[in-house]
């Protein structure tokens, strides 16, 4: 019905369109809009205040070396549970996203085209400008010299 309504020319399909897409949005929202038991049992187990003491963790020690140990005791759990409720709740796990947020902040601080970028791998964890430049190729797909031309 929504096709024949796409294909046709004239006032009447468009209205017809609209009210079809309206309850194709509604039957979606009703299948997969609601949480299920399972997400809210696993939103319960590692919860925004988790993630906000795990994420000011990060930003206090970014020019640190963090493990997950450090993070799961950040967030009061074992790091093997911690590991997996971080990685179902959040979508990568937690090194994944401390070296995201690395080189988020890094590509911050190159804004300052002054700033060179072996100290900008220092501030931000890495232990020198070539692991900065590997992982951050990983990451981007370019290097950061590449980046900053840009």
């Given at each position: 019905?929504?096709?024949?309504?796409?294909?046709?020319d004239d006032l009447s399909?468009?209205?017809?369109?609209?009210?079809?897409?309206?309850?194709?949005?509604?039957?979606?929202?009703?299948?997969?809009?609601?949480?299920?038991?399972?997400?809210?049992?696993?939103?319960?187990?590692?919860?925004?205040?988790?993630?906000?003491?795990?994420?000011?963790?990060?930003?206090?020690?970014?020019?640190?070396?963090?493990?997950?140990?450090?993070?799961?005791?950040?967030?009061?759990?074992?790091?093997?549970?911690?590991?997996?409720?971080?990685?179902?709740?959040?979508?990568?796990?937690?090194?994944?996203?401390?070296?995201?947020?690395?080189?988020?902040?890094?590509?911050?601080?190159?804004?300052?085209?002054?700033?060179?970028?072996?100290?900008?791998?220092?501030?931000?964890?890495?232990?020198?400008?070539?692991?900065?430049?590997?992982?951050?190729?990983?990451?981007?797909?370019?290097?950061?010299?590449?980046?900053?031309?840009?």
């Open positions: 019905m929504l096709r024949d309504a796409l294909e046709t399909s468009g209205v017809m369109f609209e009210a079809m897409s309206r309850v194709f949005l509604v039957k979606l929202l009703q299948k997969y809009g609601q949480q299920q038991a399972e997400d809210l049992a696993l939103s319960a187990r590692f919860t925004s205040e988790h993630y906000k003491r795990v994420l000011s963790f990060i930003r206090d020690r970014l020019d640190h070396t963090i493990s997950v140990e450090e993070l799961a005791q950040v967030a009061g759990m074992s790091a093997s549970h911690f590991a997996r409720v971080f990685k179902e709740t959040v979508g990568e796990t937690p090194m994944q996203y401390v070296l995201a947020y690395r080189i988020e902040q890094a590509i911050g601080m190159m804004r300052d085209p002054k700033r060179p970028l072996g100290e900008i791998a220092i501030a931000c964890g890495f232990a020198d400008q070539a692991h900065f430049s590997r992982s951050f190729k990983q990451v981007t797909g370019q290097t950061p010299r590449q980046y900053r031309a840009a």
